[in-house]
């Protein structure tokens, strides 16, 4: 925490006097606190901004893929990043009572009201034992009564090597106990989890315990997060739009040599040229838009200047000169504010480029605006292939995300998602959750944030991912270790194939006893055929091994094959662009419950 000469109730343009700094542990801040947030720092608890500007990356609460400019007097929300700009901010809030650990709170509460299932064995062995017991003594009354009041009760003792009718009697009610022992009931669960479990992690599938995988084969619907889940969650440039002046690439070679010596005193620019003068000098900044610029030139591998006169305002733009061009990156206000103005053509460019959840960067050259750059967060590349297989499984599909209702749609209908829950905070997402289960739905939750982390708690099947925040893989109960969507499908289907062989192994455990019990108690002694309890034993250790082989014959098991399924298509494909002008593609469904 950091003291200044600063009136807490008055937030003004003049920046802080330090009286004194030092440092303390997070969970010693108070409100009123005036806290000093640099560049790539966390913002330790919830505040108001006093003094500067910054671009907040706040994707793990809100779900906002694109960082957001912050200035004097907005609000900042503890645990995101100020990944540019220098800030002061008061602290509204202590740590213990942002909402960071709201949610953390969230997350733990959801874990301690979540029910375990009763095992079916457990049931079936409770009401088991005690009846095999009462057909034992049933049996030894029913073999002494006959016995004593038969003639053939001789020939019985030879045949059962016995001398008396109670050894005898005894005999069979050994038999009765010994072949009825259920050793293949109590197998029949854990045998087929441990190999399941087993399978998952060499498949890069962890699954914390059996509930899970047993619960997974019956999922209806799965919930996916879109941010960092469904999305790469990172901007990276999409499309690019350059005034119809600007000559083509073609024939033009893209080094230093080819853009530097080209005469442009008539303003007859490349487009790579464009691109390496907005890339020169976007390297000066380490705002997230910037560095998607920087890392698009160098996918083209065009090389880059070094900028002069560098001047960055946080929220706004940049400015600077490269080889004696002045060259302004930014927000459409920021080339209004520097006098350089956009023609009709323009603006519908870049509000055709916003209507699809884009995120415009302008670039104007010696005060002449030359092109815009869209930017955006795109899908990953298995997600539409995952989204497909699961609506071919006959799965329901959701999107949720705390961002805007145009991204979500926009992402949404690359991914053909029709259900989608759009502009949801955290706790929000664990009320949705609840509303799918409420209408009948078996969900899983699939997501990677600490804002996921109460929804995945809550859900029936937690699936986080691997790149995912600690909190969100604490709180789930499958983790893709791989990083890949599909693996929600290979999950699932890893849990209906285990899910079939454990009632494949009740059902032959079930059956032998059925059939073992009658022939152990004496059913075939007309025939002068009886079950010693040696037999007996054998036959109930022959059902035991018989229900733990056919559980290793899941070790047979492969995966999902995904071939032949559609690929997405890039976000700044031409055919795609063009079908987005579509406003009568789907409406933002809300859960219908019972």
């Not at 966390?42 to 893929?65: F, R």
């Not at 853009?259 to 303003?267: E, K, R």
């Not at 926009?410 to 759009?422: D, T």
Request: glycine letters at 8%; hydrophobic letters at 45%.
């Amino acid at each position: 925490a950091n003291a200044f000469n600063y009136d807490g109730n008055i937030i003004t343009n003049e920046p802080p006097s330090i009286i004194s700094e030092r440092e303390i542990d997070v969970r010693l801040l108070e409100q009123n606190d005036i806290l000093r947030i640099t560049t790539g720092s966390k913002i330790p608890t919830d505040g108001i901004i006093i003094w500067g500007n910054g671009a907040i990356n706040e994707s793990m609460i809100t779900g906002e893929s694109m960082p957001q400019d912050k200035k004097i007097g907005d609000n900042v929300i503890g645990g995101t990043i100020n990944e540019s700009g220098l800030i002061f901010m008061r602290a509204t809030k202590s740590s213990d009572d942002c909402g960071i650990a709201q949610i953390i709170k969230l997350v733990e509460d959801a874990q301690v009201n979540k029910a375990p299932i009763q095992a079916f064995a457990d049931k079936v062995s409770s009401l088991f034992v005690p009846a095999v017991i009462c057909l034992a003594v049933a049996t030894f009354g029913f073999w002494f009564l006959m016995t004593t009041t038969s003639s053939i009760s001789v020939d019985l003792f030879n045949t059962a090597g016995v001398d008396t009718n109670f050894q005898f009697s005894l005999l069979m009610a050994i038999s009765v106990v010994v072949i009825a022992c259920p050793c293949a009931l109590g197998l029949a669960t854990p045998t087929a989890v441990m190999v399941g479990t087993g399978l998952g992690a060499q498949n890069g599938i962890l699954i914390k315990g059996g509930e899970p995988l047993e619960k997974a084969h019956a999922i209806s619907a799965v919930v996916f997060d879109k941010t960092g889940t469904l999305t790469d969650g990172k901007p990276q440039v999409v499309n690019s739009w350059f005034i119809p002046s600007i000559a083509t690439n073609a024939g033009a070679e893209m080094n230093n040599e080819s853009i530097s010596n080209n005469d442009n005193s008539n303003n007859n620019f490349t487009e790579t040229e464009v691109i390496r003068l907005v890339a020169s000098a976007e390297q000066g900044s380490k705002h997230p838009l910037a560095l998607a610029i920087v890392a698009y030139a160098n996918k083209l591998k065009i090389n880059l200047a070094t900028p002069n006169d560098f001047v960055e305002i946080p929220g706004r733009g940049l400015r600077c000169t490269i080889n004696n061009k002045s060259v302004f990156v930014g927000s459409k206000f920021w080339l209004n504010e520097n006098n350089i103005e956009l023609n009709n053509e323009s603006q519908n460019e870049i509000e055709n480029f916003e209507s699809q959840g884009n995120t415009c960067i302008l670039v104007a050259v010696d005060g002449l605006f030359r092109a815009c750059f869209a930017l955006a967060d795109t899908v990953k590349s298995e997600a539409t292939v995952a989204v497909v297989k699961l609506k071919q499984m006959g799965i329901d599909v959701w999107m949720i995300t705390g961002d805007n209702k145009s991204t979500a749609k926009h992402i949404a209908r690359l991914l053909g998602i029709e259900n989608v829950f759009a502009e949801v905070i955290p706790a929000q997402k664990a009320e949705k959750i609840k509303e799918l289960q409420r209408a009948g739905s078996i969900v899983a939750m699939v997501g990677d944030g600490i804002n996921d982390s109460p929804a995945l708690a809550i859900a029936d099947v937690g699936i986080a991912i691997g790149a995912g925040t600690d909190v969100a893989i604490e709180s789930a109960d499958m983790i893709l270790v791989k990083n890949d969507l599909r693996d929600v499908i290979a999950a699932i289907d890893l849990s209906q194939v285990t899910f079939r062989r454990i009632r494949l192994n009740y059902i032959w455990a079930l059956m032998y006893n059925i059939l073992g019990i009658p022939l152990a108690a004496g059913a075939l002694v007309p025939l002068g055929i009886i079950v010693p309890p040696m037999v007996a034993g054998l036959c109930m250790a022959f059902s035991s091994v018989s229900v733990v082989l056919c559980s290793l014959t899941l070790k047979f098991y492969k995966k999902p094959n995904f071939g032949g399924l559609v690929k997405p298509e890039r976000l700044f494909d031409n055919t795609y662009n063009q079908t987005n002008n579509n406003n009568n593609w789907i409406e933002l469904q809300e859960v219908k419950t019972n």
